[in-house]
């Protein structure tokens, strides 16, 4: 699931934001000025999308951190 808020907001309100990335596995958009957007996700997350763009597709390792992406939602699965 995604969210999307201001800078200030997100400043002002930053302990629930890195909550809701941490233990409700959140994506947070902080809109900035300039029309600049920042994404903030989870340790977890970044380290799964890093190991799919060094898989070789149609390696085990590309099957499972496909698989674990889908799980996360980052990814559809085709139906």
């Given at each position: 699931m995604t969210v999307t808020t201001?800078?200030?907001?997100?400043?002002?309100?930053?302990?629930?934001?890195?909550?809701?990335?941490?233990d409700d596995d959140e994506t947070v958009y902080v809109a900035r000025p300039n029309n600049r957007v920042?994404?903030?996700?989870?340790?977890e997350k970044l380290d799964?999308?890093?190991?799919?763009?060094?898989?070789k597709e149609g390696s085990l390792e590309f099957a499972v951190v496909h698989d674990q992406l889908i799980r996360q939602h980052i990814l559809m699965s085709k139906l």
């Open positions: 201001t800078q200030s907001n997100f400043r002002a309100h930053i302990n629930d934001y890195l909550d809701r990335v941490n920042v994404a903030v996700i989870s340790q799964w999308l890093e190991r799919a763009c060094r898989a």
